[in-house]
Structure formats: C-alpha cells, structure tokens
C-alpha cells in the first residue's frame, strides 16, 4: 500500500461520514466523487475533476430540458438524451464526463423521476464538493515530490558544471595542471549528460503537477529556461574541452588568460547562485526565481558586454604574428565560448518580472 492508497482511504471514509451525517440528501455521492477523482497527482486529480463536473453540469441540463421541457416518451426521450450527452461530449473534448453526464439521465429518469429537478443540483453540488475535497488532499495530505525532486536534480546539475567550469579556470591560470585524460573526460561526459536526462525524465512526472494546460504554468517556463541553460553550459564546456591546452606566452596572452579565468570564476558564481535559488522552497512557492536575486546575477558580468571585442583588440593584435594560426583561432574560439556562457546565463536569469525591476532601477 502506498501513501497514495492510505491518502484515498482516508479521504473517501471521511467524505462518507460528512455525507451520510449531512442534512443534505444523497451525500454518498460525496464519496463517490472523491474516489473518481483523487489520483496520485494534482495534475490528474484537477483533469478528472474537470470532465467529471462538466459532465455532471451538463447531464443535469439535458436531464431537465428533455423531461420537464419536451416531454417526449421514455424510449424516444432517453434515447435522444443519451445521444446529445454523446454529441456534447466529444465537442467540449469529454473523455470520461460523458459517462457522468449519461449515467446522471438514467438514474434521473429512472429512479428519480419525480424529484430528477431537485436530486439534480444537489448532486452536482455533492460533485463539486468532492472535486474540491480531492484537490486540496492531493496537495496537503502527502503531496507528490516529484517538483521539489526535479528543483534538487537541476540544482546538483549546475552546481556539477560549475565544478568543471572551475577547473577550466584554475587551467588557465596555471598551465602546469594537466588536463584530463580522454577516458575521464569521456566518463565525466556521459556522468553529466545523464543528469541532464534524469533531470528531464523528472520534468515530465513533475508537469503532472501543473494542473490543465501545463506549458502555460510558470513553473513550466522556468524549467524550460533551466533545461536549456544546462544544455548550452554542457555544449560550451564540451567545447572548451576539445581545445588544445592553454599557454602562458608571450605575456598578451598570459594576460588574456587571467581575464578569461577571472570572468569563468564569476560565471561559476552566477551559476551557484543560480543553483541556491533552485533549492529554495520559496521558489517552488512563488513559481519563479527571486527576481531581486536574478538581477543581483545578472549584474555580476554586466560589465564584460564589450569584453569579446575589446580584449580581441587589445590582447590579440600585438601577438597575432607571434602565434600560429591554428593556434590563434583556438584562443579566439575559447573566448567567444566562455562569452556565449555569459549570454545564456544572463538570457536565462532575464525573466520577465525581473525585467521590469531593471527598468524601474
């Protein structure tokens, strides 16, 4: 038995005493209800409650036009009845609430026939009342970790990138640390790059979550713009990786190095911090990341917008005939790559809501 199960039982025992102490007749449907719609996540129970309460609303409409309004005979009437319920059904996209909705004519017309107007509303008001019991159990009696999961796995893949990137780092400004050799690099790769995958399998249980229409949930956004940025660190890293060993020499160079290091050893702060932001619950709370952290991260390497072209300029120029070309095209490959970090971490930390903040500041 899962958590899952004994949330059910719970609350399907306790719908049936509030239905049955109820002064309100037909109360058992509150259990009823409760047992249809009370699944394993939000996202399921507030689909199911959606079909089952259409399909109750409009069961009770067809169910009271066709026997107060046209009076037909009962093998003419019913039949009619059920096929507009199957009409309906299919244009508003009903995939189980037709059934409701059918199942609502027949016992209306059948067993409740005298009092079908009356029994009618009050069992749509015991539907709704069930629909609204299962959703809030769904998320305060053992809700699914499948968000908070997801925040922890995109958390500890950037913060395993950062480590590299600080490698990277520490590469250029020391060139007596060795690079790795192949088969750990490989071995790294594959480690990261399964990550990323579990991240992404975690994401599609965790937009079970989001309720209808999840890619309009700004959670959904915000994965989005992680998975992303991850998958352009991850492409950049691989990159930088596949260039030959920095060197120390002549001095431009050496001192184009540092400035490389010092703006990968602020990226891997952004990326951190980034990360931290992910891990905190109030992010899970509030659907989005802090928007006053963003722009504090945001800021930390606003002031390398020009560096691609300035340090070309000033560090490349005067040593361009001391260097091979092969060579010079690697250094000017390194830089536009360690830049493109930069412009995915600033588009990613770029939310809309911060960027109102930037203009009011």
């Given at each position: 038995m899962t958590r899952q199960d004994l949330r059910l039982a719970v609350v399907t025992g306790l719908s049936a005493g509030l239905g049955l102490l109820s002064p309100i007749p037909y109360g058992y449907y509150l259990p009823l209800t409760t047992t249809a719609v009370l699944a394993s996540t939000y996202g399921n129970s507030m689909r199911l409650g959606i079909q089952r309460l259409l399909g109750s609303l409009m069961?009770?409409?067809?169910?009271?036009?066709?026997?107060?309004?046209?009076?037909?005979?009962?093998?003419?009437?019913l039949g009619l009845a059920l096929a507009t319920t199957r009409l309906f059904g299919g244009i508003l996209g009903l995939q189980v609430g037709y059934k409701v909705a059918g199942n609502i004519i027949v016992m209306g017309w059948l067993v409740h026939e005298q009092v079908e107007t009356v029994w009618g509303p009050i069992r749509l008001f015991w539907t709704g009342l069930g629909i609204v019991i299962s959703l809030w159990a769904s998320q305060?009696?053992?809700?699914?970790?499948?968000?908070?999961?997801?925040?922890?796995?995109?958390?500890?893949?950037?913060a395993a990138i950062e480590q590299e990137l600080s490698t990277e780092?520490?590469?250029?400004?020391?060139?007596?640390?060795?690079?790795?050799s192949p088969k750990q690099q490989q071995a790294n790769r594959i480690s990261l790059q399964t990550q990323l995958n579990a991240a992404r399998q975690q994401q599609a249980m965790a937009q079970m979550e989001l309720g209808v229409n999840p890619e309009q949930h700004p959670l959904h956004e915000l994965w989005s713009s992680i998975d992303l940025l991850a998958s352009q660190l991850l492409t950049s890293l691989w990159a930088i990786r596949s260039l030959s060993a920095p060197i120390q020499k002549p001095e431009k160079i050496k001192q184009?190095?540092?400035?490389?290091?010092?703006?990968?050893d602020i990226l891997c702060k952004q990326i951190l911090s980034i990360s931290s932001e992910l891990r905190s619950p109030k992010t899970i709370s509030y659907q989005k990341l802090n928007p006053q952290a963003m722009l504090k991260i945001k800021n930390l390497s606003c002031d390398y917008g020009q560096w691609l072209e300035q340090t070309t300029h000033d560090h490349l120029a005067t040593e361009h005939s001391q260097i091979s070309k092969q060579r010079f095209r690697q250094i000017i490959l390194r830089v536009t790559l360690i830049d493109y970090i930069r412009s995915a971490i600033i588009e990613a930390v770029s939310i809309p809501s911060m960027t109102a903040i930037s203009n009011k500041s």
């Open positions: 069961g009770v409409i067809i169910l009271i036009i066709f026997t107060r309004g046209l009076e037909l005979p009962l093998p003419l009437g305060s009696i053992w809700p699914s970790r499948s968000i908070p999961t997801l925040h922890q796995q995109f958390a500890s893949l950037l780092s520490r590469r250029l400004k020391d060139d007596s640390i060795s690079a790795r184009l190095h540092q400035k490389e290091a010092e703006l990968l």
